[in-house]
Each structure stands twice: as structure tokens, then as C-alpha cells.
């Protein structure tokens, strides 16, 4: 849908268009993913390698690159030390964590949007030390503005900039030049969730945590809290998304997990008293890049993700680096203390590109990868349904049925799933099973025009005109632009005429 069947990166001027639509416009159903800028990206991918997957993904790695060569300059802003700076670079580069968004094109979008607030970052902090030309908050104000057109997540990128004044304790009361810069950025983003609670809401549907109360949701935070530390800093069982399983909120996995948020305030508390500025600064950022994807603000569709951690993991990482030299500092023999911290560097960096590795060849094989999946989450059928289409696509219709089912097992109200299989039907000419399997899609989800123009189509198949015709009809009345509707309908007109 995002590139293999996607007309809209095939030529720049359909720029205007791409900025008015879900960038899963042919989808099903709207996904609610409004992100041109990933999608003016392919337009230049496409430009170069056609619909190659392979060049996409070189593409991915190379935006990842400059990534971390903007990290890289933007530590050595911050500390005006290379060494430290290199070192958070480096391991951010081969972090295992972030195979999924540099191995997927998908992952497009956090990879343009990190690479955007960076930049943002970057030019707003050169002005905040001392650089007072106004042309800096400018191209901050754009790229900022670019970030969140990537993924709405980049929404958020200011408040890095507001943790960084606060731990810092700058003044800036009197610049008027910052004053309206952050005026503008605060009136750029609001702008754009109002575009998107109205001319730009796509009905994106809420996340699956929707149904847990604000307060339980709230008493997960330490749990999740704890997932990313540890997504972070022992990156050995990771995976594309978690799925939530307990019998009760004082299971031992949420009571232990409690330790997390007790060690961070610590820390917090540490850097504040000692007045350690850039420990504080760090610890905020992980924090600020975290409550965004804790499902706390927001229900989201999965209770944590790995990759989530694309952009707080380098507020985690800047904090390990100094808080391990100030370890240091306070040792006797600081000559080998000196020589282990580069050996200890050097050991995590080849250790972390050795689980890269190993989780690049996992994610190189769609099998592999979902299989992988099943076993971390069995409990969801998104990726029985992902194996489902894998087989389907190879020909192997049984194994794809096989797995069809055991996605409906695992989520028998998800419309989805069950049109998956309905299409299946179809396509090994089990036309009795489809209608079935149609008829249910639109039990479950009355509102999607596809699913009323397949269910006429498999009616008309089966020689039952009328009932063809009504669900044509009510295809056309959802959606008016449905093609397919109308000429099935033309096609009955012509043929009672005739």
C-alpha cells in the first residue's frame, strides 16, 4: 500500500494530493496515518530505484546514518567533548532496537521525523548559546513543522528544547526573538491538531487500550517505564509489539516493575541536588520522549513497541555516558579506570552490532520475522494474519487458511481478519464460505464501502441479482467515489435492458 501499489509516489505533482489523504488512502478503511512527508520521500526513492524494496531500505539506512551524525554534533554542542559525543553516536547508530524502522520501509517516518527535530533542535540550541541571528529560529520553525508532517509524534520535539532550558535554568525572558519563536512553533503545532480533529481526520480508530480507565493505564506506567529501560539498555528480546498479558494488576511483573520509576526519581534527584545540569537535561529527555508512547496521554494500539524508543533512547544513552565518567572521577588509579571506560566502550558498541546482526537476519525473512513475532506475542492475531498473507502471496492457499483461522481465533471481532479469509474463500472458489465471511465484515463493520461492494460481488456471483444490487447501492451511499459500486450497477442496468 505505501509503495508497491501506490500510484501517488510515481510523480511529484501528485504533492498537493498526497497533502490532503491518509497515506493509506487505498486501503480497506482509512488508518488515520497522515504523514505526507514519508510519502514525498518515496517520490524520491521511486525517482531513483523505481519499486526496488532494496533501494528503499538503503535509503532508510542512510537518513539513519545522518541520524547519527547529527546526534553526533549535537553532543558535542552540549558537552564540548568528541569523545562522549562519539560514543553516544556510535551506539545509537548500532542499536538492535531500531532494526524494525531502518529495515522497514514504514519505518520511513521516524527515521524523516527524528532527522527533522534534530535539526530543529540543533539551530534552536547554537541560538540559545549565543548565536542571535534570527535566520536560525527560522529554519528551527520549518523543520520542526517537517517533523510532525513525518509522524505526528514530533509533535512533542519543543518540549526537549523547553527540559533543556529548565535543567539548564537560562534566562530568556528578555528576548523578544525567542519569545516569538516559541510562539509560533506553539501556534504551528496547534494548528495542526486542529487541521486533523477536523478537514484532516481520517477516523483513525482509538488504540485497542481504549477500554482500560485513565487510572489504570496510569498504575501500567511504571511497567512500561521499566520495558523501555530495559529495551535500552539489555536489548535481548525485542520485538515489533507487546502484547499485555496478567491475571491482575498485583502480579509480580507490575509490583517488581514499581523499582524503575523509584531508580529514575532517584537520579533525578541526584543530578538536581549536585546540580549536574546535563544529567538532569537527559533524564528529561528520555522522560519527555517516553510519556508520549506510554499510552498514559493516549490510548495506543499496543501496550509498548521496541522502536518506540527511537527518539528517548538518546537522552538515556547521553546520561550513561556522563554519569559514568563522574563514576570516574571519584576513583583512585583514574589512569585504568580511564583505560576500562574505553574497553567497556568498546565492548558495548561490538556487543550491541553482534544482536544487530542478529536481528537484521530475522527481520531480512517475512516468515522468520513473524514466526519470531507468534512466539513473543501469541496472543495476537495480527501476526497470525501477517503469516496469513505471506503464504497467500507464496500460493500456498492451506497454510494461509490454517493461519487466517488462528488470527480469527486469537480476535473473532476484527473485521480485518475475517475479510482476509472471506477474500481467500474467493479466491479458491469457495464462494458459499466467502459470502459467509463477507456477510460477517459487514455485520462487524456496516460503515466500509469495500466491504458491502464484495459482499454484492460474491451475491452476484451466486446468482442472487437483488441482493447484489442492494449491497452496490449501499457501497455507493457510504462512498460515493466507490468506482467499483458503480459500474456493477451499470453493468445490472445494461443487463435488465438488454
Known amino acids: 500500500l505505501l509503495v508497491e501499489t501506490n500510484e501517488r509516489i510515481e510523480s511529484f505533482s501528485n504533492i498537493p494530493q498526497v497533502f490532503k489523504e491518509d497515506i493509506y488512502y487505498k486501503s480497506v478503511k482509512a488508518m488515520g496515518y497522515y504523514r505526507p512527508v514519508q510519502i514525498v520521500s518515496y517520490m524520491f526513492d521511486y525517482l531513483m530505484w523505481g519499486k526496488q524494496a532494496l533501494g528503499y531500505r538503503i535509503f532508510n539506512l542512510i537518513i539513519h546514518i545522518f541520524n547519527a551524525v547529527l546526534i553526533f554534533y549535537l553532543f558535542v554542542l552540549l558537552l564540548g567533548n568528541k569523545n562522549k559525543a562519539f560514543f553516544v553516536s556510535a551506539v545509537y547508530s548500532v542499536h ?110 482509538m488504540g485497542s487500550l481504549t477500554s482500560l480507565p485513565f487510572l489504570t493505564r496510569l498504575y501500567l506506567f511504571p511497567y512500561i517505564l521499566s520495558q523501555y529501560f530495559i529495551s535500552v539498555l539489555f536489548p535481548v528480546n525485542l520485538g515489533m509489539e507487546k502484547k499485555l498479558l496478567y491475571g491482575s494488576l498485583v502480579d509480580s511483573q507490575f509490583l517488581i516493575s514499581f523499582i524503575a520509576p523509584i531508580l529514575f526519581i532517584a537520579a533525578l534527584y541526584r543530578a538536581s541536588k549536585l546540580k549536574r545540569a546535563n544529567e538532569l537535561f537527559f533524564l528529561g529527555w528520555f522522560l519527555a520522549g517516553i510519556i508520549p508512547v506510554s499510552n498514559v496521554i493516549i490510548p495506543l494500539k499496543t501496550i509498548y513497541a521496541n522502536h518506540w524508543v527511537y527518539m528517548p533512547a538518546i537522552g538515556l544513552i547521553g546520561y550513561i555516558s556522563i554519569a559514568f565518567d563522574d563514576f570516574g572521577a571519584h576513583l583512585k588509579g583514574k589512569k585504568l579506570f580511564s583505560n576500562l571506560k574505553v574497553w567497556s566502550a568498546v565492548v558495548s558498541i561490538l556487543l550491541l552490532l553482534s544482536l544487530t546482526h542478529k536481528e537484521a537476519k530475522i527481520w531480512n525473512n517475512e516468515d522468520n520475522l513473524f514466526l519470531e513475532i507468534a512466539k513473543k506475542s501469541p496472543e495476537s492475531g495480527r501476526n497470525y494474519f501477517n503469516l496469513a498473507k505471506v503464504s497467500e502471496e507464496k500460493g500456498d492457499y492451506k497454510q494461509a487458511l490454517e493461519y487466517f483461522n488462528m488470527s480469527i481465533e486469537k480476535a473473532p471481532i476484527n473485521a480485518e481478519y475475517v475479510y482476509g479469509r472471506a477474500k481467500l474463500y474467493r479466491k479458491t472458489n469457495d464462494l458459499v464460505k466467502a459470502r459467509s465471511d463477507f456477510e460477517k465484515t459487514v455485520q462487524l463493520e456496516p460503515n466500509v464501502a469495500v466491504y458491502h461492494n464484495d459482499l454484492g460481488s460474491i451475491n452476484a456471483e451466486l446468482g442472487n441479482i437483488e441482493k447484489a444490487r442492494y449491497h452496490w447501492e449501499k457501497a455507493l451511499e457510504i462512498d460515493p467515489q466507490s468506482e467499483l459500486a458503480r459500474k456493477n450497477l451499470e453493468i445490472i442496468r445494461q443487463t435488465t435492458k438488454n
Open 96 to 205: 538492535p532496537a531500531f532494526v524494525p524502522i531502518v529495515g522497514y520501509v514504514s519505518g520511513r517516518a521516524d527515521l524523516a521525523g527524528l532527522f527533522f527535530a534534530l535539526l530543529s533542535l540543533y539551530l534552536s540550541l547554537i541560538y540559545i548559546k549565543g548565536n542571535k541571528n534570527p535566520f536560525l529560529l527560522i529554519l528551527s520553525v520549518m523543520f520542526y513543522i517537517f517533523s510532525f508532517l513525518s509522524k505526528e509524534y514530533y509533535l512533542f520535539t519543543p518540549i526537549y528544547l523547553f527540559v533543556y532550558i529548565w535543567a539548564k535554568r537560562i534566562e530568556l525572558k528578555k528576548d523578544i526573538g525567542f519569545k516569538v519563536y516559541a510562539s509560533i512553533m506553539f501556534f504551528s503545532g496547534a494548528l495542526y491538531v486542529l487541521l486533523r480533529a477536523t478537514v484532516l481526520n481520517f477516523h483513525q480508530e
